[in-house]
């Protein structure tokens, strides 16, 4: 199933975008041949096309809220840096994983501002992170790096 979603959808969706299960689409359905909880639970977006998974049957439910405010983060970042580049960024740069820089760089600001509300979200991302996420970071600079901004964001600093 294919949803087109324009912007200002549901008082959020700050992008028209489009969202298709995974199951519809070929090279989703390639990936998971290696690795299977891409198909079943996470949630992939390339440009503004936002895949979900083929065991989510609405994907506009209020329970995915959190995750397609990320989602749309990167919606936000493909727009910035242009498909190709975002790509050779997020899966190559400098490394495929440990030191994926730019992956740990796209995703923190997605976690961040969508999915971390309280001090305790910061280990559950973190521990996220290194699972679904080929391990981009260090572990330890990854829950220093949420600590010290989720503080600075409690403390209503600017950066
Ligand atoms: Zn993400």
């Known amino acids: 199933m294919r949803l087109r979603v324009k912007k200002g959808f549901a008082g959020f969706i700050s992008q028209d975008v489009e969202f298709i299960n995974k199951q519809n689409s ?61 790509l050779f960024l997020y899966l190559l740069c400098p490394l495929p994983f440990l030191f994926s820089y730019f992956r740990w760089k796209f995703e923190r600001e997605a976690y961040l501002h969508a999915n971390i509300q309280t001090e305790e979200d910061i280990d559950k991302v973190v521990n996220l992170l290194n699972k679904y996420y080929l391990y981009p970071w260090p572990k330890k600079w990854m829950r220093a790096w949420f600590i010290e901004q989720f503080h600075r964001r409690e403390n209503g600093g600017n950066s």
């Open 26 to 86: 070929l090279l989703m359905r390639f990936i998971s041949l290696f690795y299977p909880a891409f198909m079943t639970n996470l949630w992939t977006t390339i440009g503004n096309k936002i895949y979900y998974p083929n065991t989510e049957r609405s994907p506009l439910a209020i329970k995915n809220y959190a995750i397609i405010k990320h989602e749309l983060i990167h919606v936000k970042q493909f727009k910035k840096y242009g498909v190709p580049l975002y």
